[in-house]
């Protein structure tokens, strides 16, 4: 059973690509788990790492459009349909403009059944900035675990809390992950009325790394990847309650 | 439903770290590159200059042609040649040339040999006390042809009549020997040696004992000298 996590931000960038890289290259296990990047507003890692157009996100939406049916019985999942980075991470990366990723995100939204067609132990997916009632949101309910990245930032925190009570409906499991910020995790959690699940710090050079623009021996070291690995092992090990799927649209208000 | 877990709350339990299936794509640090060359360079100056060290090569002096005792050096009489190894050998290194120019040999230096710095000495030095030089002209036949300079010789002096034992005793005390009455030897060194032409006389220089200059300088006067070269083992006998 293919376990899909998918990270988002509510604006103001703060780092959910970043942290869907760490969380995926740092997942327990030998297969580890498949990073893709369903990011409607366009990639990033395509350029970062220099990938082919083709194995990415396009065909993984082109074949969940197509259906079993059409493709033999037998469609591949996001692991058929991604490039390894140097150092084995699977990804399916999204297309550079907005235009094509959002096309593709859309296809893949009308069948998210397709994150877990291959047997890969693990899914992160990478939505970008969530809007509501978008393919995106949809790709967000249809994930066994959704984590919410945040920056410590009143403006952020406040929109938060007023989307609390939706998310809650929404979403089977959700976490917030606050990225740096002077605020104690208890004062947030009781300011949005989420539990805060992973507090990350400033780590300007696992940034770096990950953005293909720095060299680093021993990345397991930096505080990120550390912090990281803690939060991959909860979300691969901890099994969450699953109510009844709920279909109704998410209802974020930005 | 929302998990409820809160920071750190396994962190403890769980050590290690997993590995991170990403390596770095950063672009390359041409700097290093730089940096290892000019280590590479450093490591050969340093090997160069190390190697350089070891090889104590000096310059010594060396005579450039026959110089006799009592000769005065000057720049023509010498060369320079580069020599490892001269702890403990008495030479003249190449950075005392200005100064030993001038000076006056007290030993016979054959050509191409090295300069000792026992031959170096001041005019005042030469000849050294308790010896002296007496000049003399040879007839051909009285000294033999294979005379070169520095050879140990052995001054016969002619038909002294007024030797007699008190010559004899001074010779003898000397080191020099009579052994036949009216006959008397001298120990000598020679210090020049110009042959003479064809049946010309051949002119000579003779270092000997100070305390036999006068009856050798009075038979070399009248030609009543014959020189005999000895084996050096012989100490002039």
């Known amino acids: 059973m293919t376990r899909t996590v998918a990270l988002f931000s509510l604006g103001g960038a703060p780092g959910v690509t970043t942290l869907s890289m760490a969380l995926a290259s740092v ?120 984590v919410l990245v945040v920056q410590d930032d009143l403006a952020q925190l406040r929109r938060v809390k007023d989307s609390a009570a939706a998310f809650r409906e929404a979403f089977r499991d959700l976490r917030v ?65 699953i109510p009844a799927p709920d279909t109704r649209p998410v209802g974020v208000q930005s | ?20 299936r990403l390596l770095g794509n950063g672009p390359r640090r041409w700097r290093w590159l730089g940096f290892g060359v000019a280590l590479m360079a450093a490591g050969g100056l340093i090997a160069a200059t190390a190697a350089d ?64 710095e026992t031959a170096l000495g001041t005019d005042s030095a030469y000849p050294v006390t308790g010896q002296a030089v007496v000049g003399a002209s040879l007839a051909p036949g009285r000294f033999p042809t294979s005379l070169e300079p520095g050879a140990r010789v052995s001054v016969v002096v002619l038909g002294s009549q007024n030797a007699g034992g008190n010559a004899g005793g001074n010779a003898g005390g000397a080191g020099g020997g009579a052994t036949t009455p009216g006959v008397q030897a001298y120990a000598a060194h020679l210090q020049s040696f110009e042959p003479g032409t064809a049946d010309g006389p051949a002119v000579v220089e003779l270092v000997v004992s100070a305390a036999d200059a006068a009856q050798v300088a009075s038979a070399a006067a009248s030609e009543n000298i014959t020189v005999v070269q000895v084996s050096p083992q012989d100490g002039g006998q």
């Open chain 2, 53 to 116: 060290q070891l090889d104590d090569r000096q310059g010594v002096l060396v005579a450039g042609g026959d110089l006799p005792a009592g000769h005065v050096v000057t720049a023509g009489d010498l060369q320079v040649t580069e020599l490892a190894g001269t702890q403990g050998l008495s030479v003249v290194f190449d950075d005392r040339l200005e100064e030993v120019i001038g000076q006056t040999l007290t030993l016979p230096v054959a050509e191409g040999s090295v300069l000792p």
């Open chain 1, 177 to 241: 992950v606050v990225r740096t910020g002077a605020d104690s995790t208890s004062e947030i959690a009781e300011a949005t009325g989420l539990p805060v699940a992973e507090r990350i710090g400033r780590d300007d050079k696992a940034a770096a790394f990950l953005r293909g623009e720095r060299n680093d021996r021993r990345p397991h070291k930096r505080p990120l990847f550390k912090t990281a690995a803690v939060l991959a092992r909860r979300l691969a090990e901890e099994t969450a309650p």
């Open chain 2, 1 to 20: 439903m929302v998990e409820t877990a809160t920071t750190g709350a396994n962190r403890t339990a769980k050590g290690g770290t997993p590995p991170v």
């Open chain 1, 27 to 146: 997942w327990p296990g030998e297969a580890g788990a498949v990073l893709v990047e369903a990011d409607a507003s366009g990639g990033d890692i395509a350029t970062r790492y220099r990938l082919h157009a083709s194995p990415a996100l396009i065909d993984l939406a082109a074949a969940a459009r197509r259906g079993p049916a059409e493709n033999g019985g037998a469609t591949g999942g996001p692991l058929a349909h991604s490039q390894a980075l140097p150092g084995g991470l699977p990804v399916c990366a999204a297309p550079t403009t907005a235009d094509r990723a959002n096309g593709a995100v859309e296809l893949l939204a009308q069948n998210p059944g397709i994150l877990g067609a291959d047997q890969a132990p693990a899914v992160v997916v990478d939505l970008g900035r969530l809007a509501p009632r978008s393919p995106a949101a949809r790709l967000a309910m249809a994930a066994d675990v959704v």
